[in-house]
């Protein structure tokens, strides 16, 4: 019987090893294939997202012909997904270290895909409720319904991404996944607060809702505030807004007022009475105790009952009008570009600076009157007040209190709130000068934090008093023994944490007003700025423990002050105190 030559077995073995060889040689190539589209298709992601955040806005989200920019962050980590489930990455995906990264690669690819595809939804169901008639109450209310429910739908579907796990992960995938996951909570922190805010504005229009509007004016500042100026009730309706008769809070005045200081108020404030005058009221940055005090202020005056208090200032109306457009009130037409002009300037041109003054009336709550007016009869461009939105929020030039602790809770957690919380840092400049030269007032901190056992603070206030020769007594002064005119009289006021200690302005314990406002602290010092002058104040205080945040809350003035954070390992941030920098160290 014939068989295989004494040479076959190995001639088989050989050319089963050349054929395994073979094998491993093509599965490399396609592994390497594979790798390079994996990495084309991450880059191509990552581009996208940067293209989307550059130009993804209000503005965008409403115009039905705008690219979706999203769209492509869903297909190329899609497409970087899919290539990583490929089954020839299968046997690398096991591997002890090279396959926890393959893994993780992939779960940060699947995340990316489904974000993408959760914010063009969004996008789509936006764009459906903003091209809605939205021209009477019922549609106004369905419409804010619709954009409730998208962002609320977004809301829920975010917090059901996954990372994975973060264990074990080298070099530039650890990288890429910090990154991922900082960019992550961001978005959804900002879609919570949106779905949030939106969920709690339809509550709002759909009504019946009754509050109490304080406008306040960025020329006489206070904590956190302008000075509240006018008041009146407004009350809504299924999605229809009434304003009442505009007052002028000098004429609301409460002596021997039945209305308890609240205990920011009584404990730091107390000689300023600011539940009998109102023009006192936002001395404390802590809007929810300003809020509380104001409501029951109203009741004790009228004898109405308001759920709540909106509080908003030439920024904020300004934001409005842009989705007006302009508006006829004061006998002349306010638009975005001079409101600001007209209400820190112009409207007191020709009086006499005399409280007596039977024409000294703020025109700020007769224009918000009329921005109200403006939007009852439709046209109001949603899209661009929103774009705006976050800057007036975050400048505190809107600000929105409830009397019920749910609806509280839900303007807190958007934003909207002007709660101070235990990391807080605001540094104030308030006029008790009795003028309006806060427009001419340039003010500038420097924080810096020096760590140690526990952490040295220093804040340094630089005021300078621009005031041109020849203001109207009522801008400038009419002079007194302590102010003469031009002479802005500051109360220089830092609000800080709670548990700081060892507090001192310009190196010694002095100060005219001091003292625990809930989670913080406050001290205050009063200080004349003359014309030219730049007068400089340091308030410095620890902290007792070695690390920490401060996070600076917006002193809402007109224009912005500046602060600048800086720590020794030389890390500095400069901004407007409207865009909320903070330090951690």
């Known amino acids: 019987m014939n068989g295989p030559g004494p040479t076959a077995a190995p001639a088989r073995r050989r050319w089963l090893w050349a054929l395994l060889a073979l094998l491993v040689v093509a599965w490399i190539a396609g592994v390497v294939i594979l790798a390079v589209r994996i990495d084309r298709h991450i880059r191509a992601g990552i581009a996208a997202v940067s293209t989307a955040q550059a130009n993804t806005d209000a503005i965008t989200i409403s115009n039905p012909n705008a690219p979706d ?219 929810d105790e300003t809020a509380a005090m104001a409501a029951a202020m109203w009741k004790a005056k009228t004898g109405q009952v308001v759920s709540g208090v909106m509080a908003i200032d030439i920024a904020g109306l300004q934001t409005l009008l842009v989705g007006t457009g302009p508006v006829e009130a004061a006998g002349t037409t306010v638009t975005p570009q001079n409101v600001t002009q007209l209400l820190m300037h112009d409207q007191y041109v020709g009086l006499t600076g005399d409280a007596s003054d039977a024409s000294r009336r703020d025109q700020l709550g007769r224009i918000a009157d009329s921005v109200v007016q403006a939007v009852q009869r439709g046209g109001f461009d949603t899209a661009a007040v929103a774009k705006q939105m976050p800057a007036t929020v975050g400048g505190r030039h809107l600000l929105l209190w409830s009397a019920d602790p749910t609806t509280e809770a839900a303007w807190q957690a958007a934003g909207v709130g002007g709660v101070l919380a235990g990391d807080t840092l605001l540094a104030a400049v308030q006029n008790v000068g009795v003028n309006k030269l806060d427009q001419f007032l340039t003010v500038s901190t420097a924080v810096r934090v020096d760590p140690g056992s526990s952490t040295g603070v220093s804040a340094t206030f630089s005021l300078v008093n621009h005031t041109p020769p020849g203001e109207p007594g009522y801008i400038a002064g009419i002079g007194t023994a302590h102010v003469p005119p031009d002479t802005y009289l500051a109360l220089v006021t830092l609000t800080m944490p709670g548990s700081a200690g060892d507090v001192l302005v310009d190196g010694k314990p002095l100060a005219n007003n001091a003292g625990f406002d809930g989670p913080t602290r406050v001290v205050a010092v009063l200080r004349p700025v003359a014309p030219g002058a730049n007068v400089r104040v340091t308030v410095t205080f620890t902290l007792p423990w070695p690390h920490g945040r401060l996070q600076v809350e917006s002193a809402a003035r007109l224009p912005s002050a500046t602060v600048s954070l800086a720590t020794p390992s030389g890390s500095v941030t400069g901004a407007a105190d409207d865009t909320r920098p903070a330090v951690a160290w």
């Open 69 to 287: 920019l999203l769209a492509p962050v869903s297909a190329d980590f899609g497409a970087a997904r899919r290539d990583l489930d490929n089954p020839l990455l299968w046997p690398a995906r096991w591997l002890p270290v090279a396959g926890r990264q393959i893994r993780a690669v992939r779960n940060l690819a699947a995340a990316a895909e489904q974000v993408g595809s959760i914010g063009q939804t969004a996008i789509d169901q936006a764009r459906a409720a903003l091209r809605a008639p939205h021209a009477t109450g019922p549609q106004r209310v369905a419409a804010i319904s619709a954009l409730a429910s998208a962002a609320s739908t977004a809301d829920a579907r975010l917090s059901k991404v996954s990372l994975g796990s973060r264990t074990a992960l080298v070099g530039f995938v650890r990288r890429h996944y910090d990154d991922f996951a900082t960019r992550l909570a961001k978005v959804r922190a900002g879609v919570h607060k949106g779905a949030v805010a939106a969920k709690q504005t339809a509550t709002l229009f759909r009504g019946p809702s009754h509050l109490l509007l304080l406008a306040a004016n960025n020329a006489e500042m206070r904590d956190g505030s302008g000075m509240f100026l006018s008041a009146t009730q407004v009350d809504v309706v299924d999605g229809k807004v009434t304003i009442g008769t505009v007052s002028d809070t000098a004429d609301l005045a409460l002596p021997q007022s039945p209305v308890p200081l609240a205990a920011g108020y009584s404990a730091v404030w107390h000689p300023y009475l600011a539940n009998e005058e109102w023009r006192n009221l936002g001395m404390s940055a802590r809007f």
